[in-house]
């Protein structure tokens, strides 16, 4: 029986009025920030996460952190760089956040990631544009027993074995690790409960359909029309709306942009017929650093001030304020 690999990866989402077409792979421009491991969120731009990965020990190669993902992909440009033969007999189910495609897949015989290294890793090879610029994208959902730990300040990103060891400065949030292997956080927007996704493959927060539903009554205004871009082909339709303020464990997130879509991704996590949100790059590049400790369900924060953000902290409680202003 063939598996679903499941990369949750919305790397791209523009307003409808600035599309004509799905953007070209040429679109991407050129950004300083490219030269960086760990971008934090600007006024300007969203954040990533990349991590140097040798493939067969060619490398290094730039690689997207996906913490909504339970497996890794490779693109399309890199396999052809590195003249990897696609096992004709051998194809994968990608469910990206977006929709389902059928992708010739990969084997590569040594991955490495710092002290991580794993033999005969297939991999889907895929060809769309959110892939310009990276080697591949990996799933920490699916990669073991690991900790990933990623400071923006510093421009420093570790994968390394999960651990006991406390870490100091840093506000805990304890998570649930899902059936399939994510870091899900209680949360509440507005008045309203909600079960939040870490997923650091997505350069903004989306709420379900459910969650816009129950604070629909309290809406200001409707929502602009946006376009949704993952690692397949499809490509859904959405709106931002400015949200209430947004609570997760000790963090307070105001004036934050939400995306309501029925992505297919709410469904396959069974989050689609109660309020729920992906936490993107939107929100979790607004801080100094953040670990995420699969094996022990625990996600930390350690908070800072930046551009356009401010932070203030109140005993255990950091308010992060954005400034969005929508569409008229």
Known sequence: MKTTILVACVAALLPVAALAAPPPASAAKPDPSDTLLASPTQLDRVGRILVPVYIDGKGPFRFLVDTGADGSMISQALVQRLGLASNHTSDEQVQGTTGLERLPCVTIADLRIGSIVKHNVHMPVSPSPVMTGLGGILG?????????????????????????????????????????????????????????????????????????????????????????????????????????????????????????????????????????????????????????????????????????????????????????????
């Open 140 to 328: 920490m959902a699916g990669f073991g027993p690991v900790r990933v730990l990623v400071d923006f300040h510093n421009n420093r990103v570790e994968i390394d074995r999960s651990s006991t060891r406390l870490v100091d400065g840093y506000l805990g949030i304890q998570a649930e690790r899902t059936s399939g292997g994510l870091l899900m956080i209680p949360a509440s927007v507005g008045d309203i409960d909600v079960e939040a996704v870490i997923d650091t493959g997505a350069e903004e927060t989306l709420g379900n359909s459910a969650l816009r539903a129950a604070l629909l009554r309290n809406a200001a205004k409707h929502p602009e029309d946006a376009r949704i871009y993952g690692v397949t082909k499809q490509v859904s339709d959405g709106g931002i709306s400015p949200s209430p303020t947004i609570v997760f464990g000790p963090l307070v997130v105001q004036g934050l942009g939400i995306v309501y879509s029925d992505v297919p991704i709410f469904k396959i996590w069974h989050l689609d017929s109660r309020p729920a949100l992906i936490i993107g790059m939107n929100v979790l590049g607004s801080v100094d650093a953040l670990v995420l400790d699969y094996p022990r369900a625990q996600v930390y924060l350690r908070p800072i001030q930046t551009p356009g953000i401010s932070v203030d902290i109140d005993q255990s409680v950091t308010l992060i304020k954005h400034d969005f202003t929508g569409g008229d």
